[in-house]
């Protein structure tokens, strides 16, 4: 199982970005998604999550402001993240659970200046 994490990048308070994740080597289509993100400094924490029914479940830090969506026929899972605030400056991870073992994205970098 392979994530690919990309589309990070700077960007202006208000501003929108979208990162993606590639996944490589599993029926993806089976699979929940689920996003992560740790600022500087500080521990990983949860963001959001789609499942395999496309259902989409969100932390209240971002809940109205981000949004994922996957497309199954390419094997990709994206974060779109609209009024981006200073404090939403992380690296952002995909991760999907197979067979028992949590397989990650390499992390791409979201920095939010004010």
């Known amino acids: 199982v392979q994530l690919q994490a990309s589309g990070g990048g700077l960007v202006q308070a208000g501003g929108s970005l979208r990162v993606s994740c590639k996944a490589r080597g599993i029926n993806f289509r089976l699979y929940t998604v689920n996003w992560y993100r740790q600022p500087p400094e500080k521990q990983r924490e949860w963001v959001a999550n789609?499942?395999?029914?496309?259902?989409?479940n969100y932390a209240d830090a971002v809940k109205g402001r981000f949004t994922v969506s996957r497309d199954n026929v390419y094997r990709m899972a994206y974060l779109q993240m609209d009024r981006l605030k200073p404090e939403d400056t992380a690296v952002y991870y995909c991760?999907?659970?197979?067979?028992?073992?949590?397989?990650w994205g390499q992390g791409t970098l979201v920095t939010v200046s004010s």
């Open positions: 789609i499942t395999s029914d496309g259902e989409q």
């Open positions: 991760k999907i659970q197979h067979s028992g073992a949590d397989f």
